[in-house]
C-alpha cells in the first residue's frame, strides 16, 4: 500500500509538471502573437499619409416639384365640418386625377378635427362654438410645365392652404456619380498641394470614405409663366454636393 501510495504521488507530480510547462508555453506564444500584432498595429500607425477632406458638385435643372395642398373647413357640429371638408377634398383629389396626376403621387399627410372655443374676458370658461376639419395631401408634379396651372386650379377647387413648395430632380443617381468624381479629384489636388508644400509626393490610395450628400437650390430663380398658367413658378436649379474624405500614402 506504501509502494502505492508512493507512486501515485510521483504521477499526480508528473502531471502538474506537464500541466504546468503547456500552460507557460501557451502564455508565451499568445504573448508573442500579440506582440506581432501590436507590432504590425505601430507599423501601420507609422506609414507616413496624409488625409484631406474635400467636396464635389454639379447642377441640374430640376424636373418635378412637390408640393402640399389642404383644405380647412370649419361647422356648428364635427359632422357639419366633416361633411363639408369631405366633399371639398373629394374635388380636390378629382380635379389633381384630371390634371393627370397618378395616385401614387397623391399621398395625405395631415387629417385633424379640433374644436373651436370662445374667448370670453369676464374670466367665464370658454365654450364650444363648432368645429374645425383640416385635411392635407402631398402632390408630386413631374410635369413642371402643368405646375401653375395645377395650383391655380386647386385653389378654384377649394384648396385653402397650399405650402411647401419644393423641387427635385427624380433621377439623379449619374448626378450623383459626377460629383463623386469631381470630389475624388478635388481631393487629391488638396492632397498634392499639401505633399508638395511638405517637400514629399502622394502615393496610392489608403483608404476614401463618403460624407454626406446635400440637395438645394443654387443661383437666382429664373421665373416662367406658360400662357395658361395664372402662377408664376421659379424653379431655378438645383445643385448636388457629395463630401469624401481620402488618405494617400506619402512617398
Known sequence: MRRFAAEKARWIGALFMVFFMACSIWN?????????????????????????????????????????????????????????????????????????????????????????????????????????????????????????????????????????????????EKLEDEARKKAIANAKSRAELYAQAAGATLGEVLTISEGNTTVSPRGPMLARAAMAERVPIAEGQQEIAIQVTVSYRLK
Open 28 to 172: 508565451e506564444a499568445a504573448l508573442a502573437q500579440g506582440g506581432a500584432m501590436d507590432d504590425n498595429m505601430r507599423s501601420q500607425d507609422m506609414i507616413r499619409h496624409i488625409t484631406v477632406t474635400a467636396s464635389g458638385s454639379v447642377s441640374a435643372a430640376p424636373d418635378m416639384a412637390r408640393v402640399t395642398a389642404g383644405v380647412v373647413s370649419e361647422g356648428e357640429t364635427a359632422k357639419a365640418a366633416l361633411d363639408k371638408n369631405s366633399a371639398t377634398m373629394s374635388g380636390v383629389l378629382k380635379g389633381l386625377s384630371e390634371a393627370g396626376i397618378s395616385n401614387e403621387d397623391v399621398k395625405t399627410t395631415g387629417f385633424r378635427v379640433s374644436p373651436r372655443y370662445s374667448h370670453n374676458r369676464d374670466g367665464k370658461p370658454p365654450q364650444i362654438l363648432g368645429y374645425s376639419v383640416s385635411n392635407d395631401v402631398h402632390v408630386a408634379v413631374r410635369d413642371l410645365e402643368k405646375l401653375g396651372a395645377l395650383l391655380d386650379r386647386l385653389v378654384s377647387l377649394g384648396a385653402n392652404q397650399i405650402g411647401g413648395l419644393t423641387f427635385d430632380i427624380a433621377n439623379n
